[in-house]
């Protein structure tokens, strides 16, 4: 752990206490700064500081330790796909009418589309059927 910058910590047993993979004298080697992600707190925790439903330091290590990580995920995931969508698309609204236009030569068009006009485009797809 002494060398590790980020250490996320997944182990659980259901129906049991989670075990303890990271100990106090784990987190007291680690450099100043790390991180740990304990992803067991709801059944006690991997790590032998953490805290259910808190972020906490220790040691200048910072300790991550919601309950339910799992659930918090969506949010970040959705809002996440929402702006690579925006950055893909807006691109290809003109600015003045808002209308969306392709221009058929631009390498991010070409390397996303697939067919066109009833035909397969895309090379990686040429010799293949669809």
């Known amino acids: ?29 680690m450099k100043a700064g790390s991180v740990i992600v304990d992803m067991a707190t709801e059944t006690g925790g991997n790590c032998e500081l953490s805290e259910r439903d808190a972020v906490v330091v220790k040691y ?7 309950a339910n990580y799992a659930a918090r995920v969506p949010t970040d995931t959705s809002a996440l796909y929402a702006r690579n969508l925006y950055n893909f698309i807006s691109p290809m609204i003109d600015g003045e009418t808002g209308e969306l236009t392709f221009d058929w030569e631009d390498e991010v068009i070409k390397g996303a589309l ?15 059927e669809v």
């Open 114 to 128: 697939l067919t066109r006009d009833g035909a397969v485009v895309h090379a990686a797809l040429q010799d293949k």
């Open 60 to 66: 200048s290590v910072t300790i991550i330790g919601h």
């Open 1 to 29: 752990m002494k060398k590790q910058d980020i250490c996320i910590t997944t182990a659980q047993i259901p129906g049991k206490k989670a075990p303890i993979l990271i100990t106090e004298a784990m987190v007291k080697d």
